[in-house]
T-cell receptor, first 111, second 114 residues
Framework: GQQVMQIPQYQHVQEGEDFTTYCNSS?????IQWYKQRPGGHPVFLIQ?????EVKKQKRLTFQFGEAKKNSSLHITATQTTDVGTYFC???????????FGSGTKLNVKP | EAGVTQSPTHLIKTRGQQATLRCSPI?????VYWYQQALGLGLQFLLW???????NRGNFPPRFSGRQFPNYSSELNVNALELEDSALYLC?????????????FGPGTRLTVL
């Protein structure tokens, strides 16, 4: 069945270092979304990518949707302690109208 | 504009009991999704309701059920509770339709089964 995997599962970085999480789907997706969940909180929508090869930026965050619309990445430049949390990708499978969340990458930033 | 609300915040039950969790979507949103998040783990899709109908369900046993009311609020029922049902249950709402995918999450209900 459909799977949306994220790697790495955990990442510990020193404040100021860069961070990247990768999202891979076994099938083509209509769109990809990214969410951030702070410890003890609920997921909050960050961004949606729809087009093949699309790249979007939000300040220090860069989001990319692969050409085949099966993978995506989130890159954070110069991490800050406020970036701590779990980052989830999510996407819709076009043929079966199903929506999947990735397994998440938990980011810890040491000051 | 009020966000997604869920009640109760915390719920403690014993094995075999039944739990009812409630969700009110953002005004104007017609779709409601339910997810289970066990401690430290990812989001497991439970149910999707749109315009009052169940559109899809995840790989959970039939004792997980729910419904959506005419005002688009939703209820998740878990029967014959088991210890492993202890988790954070999150509800999310969207505008509805296959292209309106931005999910707005509520704060969740923490269910503890003793």
């Amino acid at each position: 069945g459909q799977q949306v995997m994220q790697i790495p599962q955990y990442q510990h970085v020193q404040e100021g270092e860069d961070f990247t999480t990768y999202c891979n789907s076994s099938t083509t997706l209509s769109n990809i979304q990214w969410y951030k969940q702070r410890p003890g909180g609920h997921p909050v929508f960050l961004i949606q990518l729809v087009k093949s090869g699309e790249v979007k930026k939000q300040k220090r965050l860069t989001f990319q949707f692969g050409e085949a619309k099966k993978n995506s990445s989130l890159h954070i430049t110069a991490t800050q302690t406020t970036d701590v949390g779990t980052y989830f990708c999510a996407g819709r499978e076009p043929n079966f109208n199903k929506f999947y969340f990735g397994s998440g990458t938990k980011l810890n930033v040491k000051p | 504009e009020a966000g997604v609300t869920q009640s109760p915040t915390h719920l403690i039950k014993t094995r075999g009991q039944q739990a009812t969790l409630r969700c009110s979507p953002i005004s104007g949103h017609t779709s409601v999704y339910w997810y289970q998040q066990a401690l430290g783990l990812g989001l497991q899709f439970l149910l999707w309701y749109d315009e009052g109908e169940e559109r899809n369900r995840g790989n959970f046993p039939p004792r997980f059920s729910g419904r959506q009311f005419p005002n688009y609020s939703s209820e998740l029922n878990v029967n014959a509770l088991e210890l492993e049902d202890s988790a954070l249950y999150l509800c999310a709402s969207t505008l509805g339709g296959p292209l309106a995918d931005t999910q707005y999450f509520g704060p969740g209900t923490r269910l503890t089964v003793l």
